[in-house]
């Protein structure tokens, strides 16, 4: 339990109009103070401040990387149960409510749409664009590892990309469904999955930000570098969860912490890296549990990133 004059400043903290806005967006998941700063239209400087204090009450939890700073909700302590007794409380139809939501919507798609541009862009290379800086052979190796010789029924690849995932866990699954939102990188997918003789899987264009729970449910649900294009990752895991059958499991490839700010300016990166913590947060929030993690440094010393796999178990599973 807190003293008083702590309880009074975390009262203080949330008792104000811009902050308690900030709790409620920060509710619907991660963003950045550059990402906060549009949607309330209010000046960096002063978002930051709000946030500061936000931060300091144990209302809320900040991330830096690299130049940018992410926020979410705190994940635990009398400042988290505070701030979701009282988003929970939010009329959703006040009029602020409804503009800052409205203005959360419009950056998450003008942040996807410049993705999908550049994904169009490097289509026909993007699998020569992650051998330089990934070890990918390793890592692919690895995964198929994690199945332990298993052959599931339906495993669900998120962002698929090339399909490069659905060819190397081919002898893995009975039916496999690539999902991605570039019609570009869904014809080079399809191609190599006709090349390759693999018929019992499928691509198709679809908005892996906002899933159909009738695609599913899924044995096994792969995530291979995908969650740093988002600025939530913990938004798009919880949705990726509601694919999954009871005892179901997800396969997530991605970069460990890294200050390449490069990526974000050039390669539409949102999230530098996620780290142990940030996931385990993240699983947590969905119902999940990570049953491993693994790493692979990179073999290209001038890059110095290092790959994660992740194995994430539905909690309901029985071993």
Request: aromatic letters at 4%; charged letters at 30%.
């Amino acid at each position: 339990m807190s003293g008083l004059g702590k309880l009074v400043n975390v009262l203080k903290a949330a008792g104000e109009d811009t902050r308690l806005r900030l709790l409620a967006l920060l509710a619907d998941g991660d963003h950045s103070v550059k990402d906060l700063t549009e949607i309330l239209d209010q000046s960096q400087p002063r978002v930051s401040r709000h946030l500061k204090l936000l931060a300091d009450a144990g209302l809320v939890q900040r991330h830096a990387e690299g130049a940018w700073a992410y926020y979410r909700l705190a994940p635990e302590g009398q400042g988290a149960d505070l701030a979701r007794w009282l988003t929970s409380r939010v009329d959703p139809n006040d009029p602020d409510r409804r503009r800052d939501r409205a203005r959360q919507e419009e950056a998450r798609a003008e942040q996807q749409a410049l993705a999908a541009d550049y994904f169009a862009k490097v289509a026909d290379s993007w699998d020569l664009l992650k051998t330089l800086h990934v070890p990918e052979a390793a890592v692919e190796a690895a995964v198929l590892e994690e199945l332990g010789g298993r052959r599931v029924d339906l495993l669900i690849d998120l962002g698929t990309g090339t399909g490069r995932m659905l060819e190397v866990l081919a002898p893995a699954y009975d039916r496999g469904i690539g999902l991605d939102s570039s019609r570009e990188m869904l014809a080079v997918a399809r191609s190599r999955l006709a090349a390759g003789s693999i018929a019992h899987a499928q691509v198709r264009l679809g908005d892996i930000a906002s899933l159909d729970p009738a695609i599913g449910p899924a044995d096994v649900v792969v995530i291979h570098q995908v969650l740093h294009y988002f600025d939530d990752p913990g938004r798009m895991l919880a949705q990726a969860r509601r694919l999954l059958k009871p005892g179901g499991e997800i396969l997530i490839v991605d970069f460990a912490p890294h200050d390449l700010e490069f990526l974000r300016t050039e390669h539409a990166h949102r999230r530098l890296g996620l780290s142990r913590e940030q996931m385990k947060d993240w699983a947590a929030s969905a119902g999940l549990d990570v049953l491993s993690m693994r790493e692979f440094p990179s073999d290209t010393k001038d890059r110095g990133l290092t790959v994660c796999l992740w194995h994430l178990g539905d909690r309901s599973r029985t071993d």
